[in-house]
Structure formats: C-alpha cells, structure tokens
C-alpha cells in the first residue's frame, strides 16, 4: 500500500502564492509519475501538473508558467509551487501516485481558496 499525505493549502489572495506538499510513505517502489490533481466543486477533476520518474513532466494549459511541480526523492515527497494564483484555481487539489501496473493511488485532498 502507499499514504499519501498532503499539506499546504488554504486561504489566499488572488495574486499570491502556496506551496503544496505531498509526503509518500509505503510499498513506493515502481512509481512511474507522481502529481496532482484538483476538482472545483460542480467540475470533474483535473491534471494540474504531472513529474515521472525520469523527471519529465506535465501541466495543464491552464497553470503553465504560474505552477511549477517537483520532487524529493530523498523525502519521497513532491511539491507544487503555484505562483499568480487566480479565483479559478479555487479547488480541492489532490496528490496521486501512479505505479508502471497504472494501479494509482490517492491523497484526501487539501482546499484552496483564492479570493478576488
């Protein structure tokens, strides 16, 4: 099994920034891509951004050049910076972890909010 624990969301004005965690502990052992996702109420949920294990990586159009993605592998842990935050990333952004199998796993989430 794998636990994914997410941190670092909340409350912010549109224009700022946060910075989300992701902390993977378990059976982490053939991980093809770690990422997130976000679903907005009312919205199905998204790619936000994507890292493999070779550490190309993947955004949604929608973030490119505000949201950077990135990992520790050191930490098992992955991170997403999002920069120039806009009301419409208001969500609940979840952390996922592929395996090569494409079994996948998933955090609970952790709200963000942007208020204009």
């Known amino acids: 099994q794998v636990r994914l624990v997410e941190s670092g969301g909340g409350l912010v004005q549109a224009g700022g920034s946060l910075r989300l965690s992701c902390e993977v502990s378990?059976?982490?052992?053939?991980?093809?891509?770690m990422g997130w996702y976000r679903q907005a109420p009312g919205k199905q949920r998204e790619l936000v951004a994507q890292?493999?294990?070779?550490?190309?990586?993947n955004y949604a159009d929608s973030v490119k050049g505000r949201f950077t993605i990135s990992r520790d592998n050191a930490k098992n842990t992955v991170y997403l910076q999002m920069n120039s935050l806009k009301p419409e990333d208001t969500a609940i952004y979840y952390c996922n972890v592929q395996r090569w199998s494409s079994v996948q796993y998933w955090g609970l989430g952790t709200q963000v909010t942007v208020s204009s």
């Open positions: 890292i493999t294990s070779g550490v190309s990586t």
């Open positions: 378990g059976s982490i052992f053939s991980i093809r891509a």
